[in-house]
């Protein structure tokens, strides 16, 4: 287990180099001109595009401008995101809180009532039941996220003004941070908010993360549904089902123990891809509700061509998506001990 852990890390460094080589190189495709123009800063420096070019040796090679940026990024500089005024580092600091934020609010209902609904259409194959839910699958893996959004805003903020548009908090409750009135201690607002004993903070922040939890909810769920569906229906046709049956064993017992249990397997690697495909879901959601997390700002750099942004973003999404990948190996083998590494 150890050297399979070991050799999994060992190839994070190896990806990464891979994921931020590829960006440098697709940014190559726009002119040197284009990517100066990230640099600039007042109109005054709109006439000194070519020294702009020089300085920062964006008509040197493609191996060139890569190697500069690395020596800079394994020094802790990362460069300076011009999309948000600050250092990419402290960017990513400041803002992936509230990602991580809504990726937990979204995950934790996305699995456990994709779950239970591809399980209770397995078990209910045929019937009304698997009816319903198939179409609700089919349903949400049709509906794009944006359109969904903008759906929600329009019914929920704009027609009945029934919850918050845009942010993760408003501005009386914001005001509370800002004075260190509330103190940051984790970075999640609701946690924090918490911990300061001020639940209306605490609410206020969960109606902003409503309507974005349940764009990246409703989009997801659908491979999870049918994964699970699937899944279940051959543990349930499989022969040790047949024979805890013939034992007399209750359906209950079944269903839990023994064909849920061999299901996960396969739930689990989709759960996994499910977290990577939220990282993608949220660019657009934060974009779309003005969340102040990574992904807007990420969705920004890439528009404004602020290619040590989009590096540093890539970095860690490439990041996240490798240790999620190798905590999906090892749940692997607590859910199903057959399962070794050598």
């Known amino acids: 287990m150890l050297t399979f852990v ?6 994070l460094p190896l990806i990464l180099l891979a994921v931020t080589f590829l960006i440098v190189l697709v940014m190559q495709l726009i002119p040197v001109e284009q990517r100066a123009a990230a640099y600039i800063t007042d109109l005054a420096q709109l006439s000194r595009v070519p020294e702009i070019i ?18 800079q990024a394994l020094g802790g500089n990362l460069g300076f ?11 990513l600091m400041a803002r992936f809180p509230a990602t991580l934020e809504l990726t ?14 591809g399980s209770k259409a397995a078990v209910q194959r045929g019937q009304a039941a698997d009816a319903v839910i198939r179409v609700i699958a089919v349903i949400s893996y049709s509906t794009p996220s944006f359109v969904l ?14 919850l918050p548009g845009t942010g993760n908090l408003s501005n009386d409750s914001a005001i509370y941070f800002l004075t260190g009135e509330i103190k940051r201690v984790t970075g999640l607002v609701t946690i924090d908010s918490l911990l300061s004993g001020r639940p209306d903070v605490f609410w206020d922040a969960i109606k902003h993360l409503i309507m974005p939890v349940f764009t990246l909810m409703i989009v997801g769920s659908a491979g999870l549904i049918k994964g699970t569906r699937t899944s279940m229906l051959e543990a349930l046709n499989s022969d040790y089902i047949r024979t805890a049956r013939a034992k007399g064993i209750t359906e209950r017992v079944v ?3 023994h064909a849920r249990r061999n299901a996960l397997l396969t739930v689990i690697t989709l759960a996994g891809l499910s977290v990577s495909g939220l990282l993608q879901g949220a660019v657009i959601a934060e974009t779309l509700f003005g969340y102040p997390g990574v992904g807007a700002w990420a969705a920004q750099a890439a528009a404004l061509g ?6 540093g973003f890539a970095l860690l ?5 490798v240790l999620i990948n190798l905590g999906t190996d090892l749940a692997y083998t607590i859910i199903d001990p057959r399962v070794r590494y050598a």
């Open 6 to 11: 070991t050799r999994r890390l060992l190839a």
């Open 81 to 91: 995101s011009r999309t948000s005024g600050q250092p990419v580092l402290s960017t």
């Open 255 to 257: 269903i839990r123990k």
């Open 104 to 117: 937990l609010f979204t995950l934790i209902p996305l699995i456990g009532l994709s779950v239970w609904l």
């Open 149 to 162: 959004g903008v759906w929600l805003l329009v019914i929920f903020y704009g027609a009945l003004n029934l």
């Open 317 to 321: 999404a490439a990041t996240i998506v």
């Open 306 to 311: 602020d290619l040590p942004g989009v590096l």
């Open 54 to 71: 020089k300085t920062n040796h964006l008509d040197a090679s493609v191996f060139e401008q890569y190697w500069r940026w690395l020596g």
